[in-house]
């Protein structure tokens, strides 16, 4: 079974009031642009809005099970108060559900949260269990907190006592700065997958809460690849690690990394460090890599052995599929 773990949708209610208030349009900063069927990103929007259109580029691609996440990219509603955010998400949450029902052979679902008000937050995680959702797509920050903070420890225990699994993926930097040339993407996003893992490792989630299974997008950012000033801080400035009890960089052998990473170079700097056991086929679908399955095959330490781990297996044990 072929498993591709990053594979967005948007639900049209949804994605009608968020409008412009997302990191794509400056968080309210430029219009959006009128309707335009030429437009790749209209395209990408339709294919996010059907689930027909996936089964049909799914075939295409060779693969058998989308793993499917709202976008929060797009239909972001950190904008709105606590309960118009729990509406709203469960809206999105119900419609992968759905989804999923219609056809389980082909999907599997992950939740989003409405984080503003953690009670709120903790019921739809339980409701979202009870409708076979899989796990949970999680930002980066939440209000200027980071996800390792302490009033997000017990959304970690949670997760863990419900043997969920977390897609970590930042839905953007509120840093305007990323803007111009739309860094916020090619930089922002695996930045604030540093900040991220950074905060929880060193607030200790990770080492709390050891259960914990966790996918992070885009290979992880950038922080897999330069973890050696935060392992130096543990004799230099050794106050900053109060809250573990292993170099922070070990920590990160304990996570998922998909392959949304563009360059095999770096996917195979991935798997020489973290092990191909430790890698997740992701093609951040329908707006990233176009010959996922190729991608894979193209890395020159993913062998024949490997392979079905990284295309699949590991995917498909995490969350539980058959």
């Given at each position: 079974?072929i498993?591709?773990?990053?594979?967005?949708?948007?639900?049209?209610?949804?994605?009608?009031?968020?409008?412009?208030?997302?990191?794509?349009?400056?968080?309210?900063?430029k219009?959006?642009p009128?309707?335009?069927?030429?437009?790749?990103?209209t395209?990408?929007?339709?294919?996010m809005l059907?689930?027909?259109?996936?089964?049909e580029?799914?075939d295409?691609?060779?693969?058998?099970?989308?793993?499917?996440?709202?976008?929060?990219?797009?239909?972001?509603?950190?904008?709105?108060?606590?309960?118009?955010?729990a509406?709203?998400?469960r809206?999105s949450n119900?419609?992968i559900?759905?989804?999923?029902?219609?056809?389980?052979?082909?999907?599997?679902?992950?939740?989003?949260?409405?984080?503003?008000?953690?009670?709120?937050?903790l019921?739809?995680l339980?409701?979202?269990?009870?409708?076979?959702?899989?796990?949970?797509?999680?930002?980066?920050?939440?209000?200027?907190?980071?996800l390792?903070?302490?009033?997000f420890?017990?959304?970690?225990?949670?997760?863990a006592d419900?043997?969920?699994?977390?897609?970590?993926?930042?839905?953007?930097?509120r840093?305007?700065?990323?803007?111009?040339?739309?860094?916020w993407?090619?930089?922002?996003?695996?930045?604030?997958?540093?900040k991220?893992?950074?905060?929880?490792?060193?607030e200790g989630?990770?080492?709390r809460?050891?259960?914990?299974?966790?996918?992070?997008?885009?290979g992880?950012?950038?922080?897999?690849?330069y973890f050696?000033?935060?392992?130096?801080?543990?004799?230099?400035?050794p106050?900053?690690?109060?809250?573990?009890?292993r170099?922070?960089?070990?920590?990160?052998?304990?996570?998922?990394?998909?392959?949304?990473?563009?360059?095999?170079?770096?996917?195979?700097?991935?798997?020489?460090?973290?092990g191909a056991?430790?890698v997740?086929?992701?093609?951040?679908?329908?707006?990233?890599?176009?010959?996922?399955?190729?991608?894979?095959?193209?890395?020159?330490n993913?062998?024949?052995?490997?392979?079905?781990?990284?295309?699949?297996?590991?995917?498909?044990?995490?969350?539980?599929?058959?």
């Amino acid at each position: 079974m072929i498993v591709d773990f990053h594979v967005h949708v948007v639900h049209p209610e949804v994605l009608r009031q968020t409008g412009n208030r997302n990191v794509v349009y400056g968080w309210g900063t430029k219009e959006v642009p009128p309707p335009d069927p030429e437009d790749v990103r209209t395209r990408q929007v339709a294919r996010m809005l059907d689930p027909a259109l996936q089964v049909e580029d799914m075939d295409r691609l060779g693969i058998d099970r989308f793993v499917l996440s709202a976008s929060t990219v797009v239909q972001n509603t950190t904008w709105a108060e606590p309960a118009q955010q729990a509406e709203l998400e469960r809206l999105s949450n119900d419609l992968i559900a759905q989804w999923v029902a219609d056809r389980p052979d082909r999907f599997a679902g992950l939740a989003t949260l409405p984080l503003e008000d953690i009670r709120l937050a903790l019921a739809e995680l339980e409701r979202c269990a009870g409708l076979g959702l899989r796990g949970l797509n999680l930002p980066a920050a939440v209000a200027g907190d980071y996800l390792g903070a302490p009033r997000f420890h017990p959304l970690w225990e949670a997760i863990a006592d419900a043997g969920l699994v977390a897609f970590l993926h930042p839905d953007g930097s509120r840093d305007l700065w990323f803007q111009e040339y739309s860094l916020w993407n090619s930089v922002g996003q695996p930045v604030e997958e540093a900040k991220l893992l950074s905060s929880l490792i060193l607030e200790g989630v990770l080492e709390r809460y050891p259960a914990l299974k966790i996918v992070v997008g885009h290979g992880g950012g950038y922080l897999p690849h330069y973890f050696g000033r935060l392992d130096r801080n543990v004799t230099n400035m050794p106050d900053s690690v109060r809250n573990i009890s292993r170099r922070p960089s070990e920590y990160l052998h304990d996570l998922y990394y998909d392959t949304c990473v563009y360059d095999v170079s770096i996917l195979e700097a991935i798997v020489d460090r973290y092990g191909a056991d430790h890698v997740v086929l992701g093609s951040d679908y329908p707006v990233g890599e176009t010959d996922p399955i190729g991608f894979v095959r193209r890395a020159r330490n993913i062998g024949t052995d490997d392979e079905p781990q990284v295309l699949g297996e590991t995917a498909a044990r995490l969350l539980g599929l058959s």
